[in-house]
């Protein structure tokens, strides 16, 4: 059981570049996540979903875009990036009226 | 914004010794979940809390709601290497599935 998967495992890229961070889930949960961890800090929410076609911000979202035509898949896309999007990125997943939230094993990006 | 403090923000203490760790926020929580994640791993939860006033343990690990629902502690006896990390509470409100997570406490267990 592979669980919350996220490609790729780390990245660096050049400012006003694009990319996508891919986030996959084989346990069949509707909601999906994507926080952002910056060095010694907490979590922050940037988007998430409910279930396939339904997105929502979260605390953070500027600079990013969601898509969910999947169940399964739940993909970041940062359309120029900047400096201040250096950080390492977690996809999570959970059922409806379940707490737990499982997450992946994070995407390490570094915008220079 | 809703914010969760935890306290302290970093702990290094010697193997065997006991810890406690803080999360305190000025809101009500529908319940309370507390993280452990390891360098270059995602969060994994240990446990939730759901009742105000709850004590659950899990071995060494003892985790206390708050009455008022608002804080929680985590107390760890006889620490272990192993138990090295960054601890994370994170908070659901009622109604909404999404999570707030506290700011951590990095743990060091020195051998």
């Known amino acids: 059981n592979a669980g919350v998967t996220q490609t790729p495992k780390f990245r660096i890229l050049k400012i006003g570049q694009s990319m996508t961070l891919q986030c996959t889930q084989d346990m069949n949960h509707n909601y999906m996540y994507w926080y952002r961890q910056d060095p010694g800090m907490g979590l922050k929410l940037i988007y998430y979903s409910v279930g396939a076609g339904i997105t929502d911000k979260g605390e953070v979202p500027n600079g990013y875009n969601v898509s969910r035509s999947t169940t399964e898949d739940f993909p970041l896309r940062l359309e120029l990036a900047a400096p201040s999007q250096t950080s390492v990125y977690f996809c999570?997943?959970?059922?409806?009226?379940?707490?737990?939230?499982?997450f992946g094993p994070g995407t390490r990006l570094t915008v220079t | 914004t809703q914010l969760l403090e935890q306290s302290p923000q970093f702990l290094s203490i010697q193997e065997g010794e006991n810890l406690t760790v803080y999360c305190n926020s000025s809101?009500?929580?529908?319940?309370l979940q507390w993280y452990r994640q390891e360098p270059g791993e995602g969060p994994v939860l240990l446990v939730t809390?759901?009742?105000?006033?709850e004590v659950k343990k899990l071995k060494r690990l003892t985790f206390q709601f708050g009455d008022a629902r608002k804080d929680s502690s985590l107390h760890i006896t006889a620490a272990q290497p192993g138990d090295t990390g960054l601890y994370l509470c994170a908070g659901a409100y009622f109604g909404n599935e999404k999570l707030t997570f506290g700011t951590g406490t990095r743990l060091t267990i020195i051998p």
């Open positions: 999570a997943s959970s059922s409806p009226g379940r707490y737990e939230q499982y």
């Open positions: 809101s009500v929580f529908s319940s």
């Open positions: 809390v759901v009742t105000g006033g």
